[in-house]
């Protein structure tokens, strides 16, 4: 990672994104519209704070796992996982549900732009760089890698230009890079 450049890192991304299927590139459109229908199974909570508390519990889930406890906790009021998160989902909750006190009380840059994505695939210019983005911009699985913010805006920019010269979305592109990493990545 330390050796890493923007432009190799935009050539890797490029790279992985034409070895997919790009069954990915409306991922985010799929799993809003699957938010809303959990949604209106509780009527009482706003959309924006349904987003907020799955991007609250994303970190080091799956995204079926994410799904399932963000399920659990508009039931129960219970987060199946860390008591920090379990927090911010109970501050989302008595939040008065705007995109800014939510984006406040997410704090961290990836969740951060996972809610922004979730909340407008249409619109959203955010790039989540979780570790799967991280892995496909390095061309290698790496256990738990950590990034600081000039790395994380390093590889933001990289899929930012990636997309552009793909003209598609910055969200569609990890979108795609994300679906076929998590299904090719023992190649690598």
Not at 160 to 180: D, G, M, N
Request: proline share 2%.
């Amino acid at each position: 990672m330390q050796n890493l450049t923007e432009r190799k890192a935009i050539n890797r991304i490029i790279k992985v994104y034409k070895q997919s299927d790009k069954t990915g590139i409306d991922w985010y459109i799929n799993s809003h519209e699957l938010l809303w229908n959990i949604k209106y199974d509780h009527a009482n909570v706003s959309y924006n704070k349904v987003v907020g508390i799955c991007a609250a519990l994303s970190p080091m889930k799956t995204w079926s796992q994410n799904i399932k406890i963000l399920q659990d906790y508009l039931k129960t009021g219970k987060a199946k996982h860390t008591r920090v998160f379990q927090e911010k989902c109970d501050q989302i909750m008595l939040s008065d549900g705007s995109k800014e006190s939510i984006e406040a009380i997410l704090k961290g840059e990836k969740i951060v732009n996972f809610f922004n994505n979730l909340l407008d695939p249409f619109g959203s210019q955010a790039v989540t760089i979780d570790r799967h983005a991280i892995m496909i911009a390095n061309l290698k699985f790496m256990s738990n890698p950590q990034v600081t913010k000039k790395q994380y805006q390093l590889y933001a920019q990289a899929y930012r230009k990636a997309a552009q010269k793909l003209c598609i979305t910055p969200l569609e592109l990890q979108a795609c890079t994300w679906v076929h990493w998590r299904s090719v990545k023992h190649l690598y």
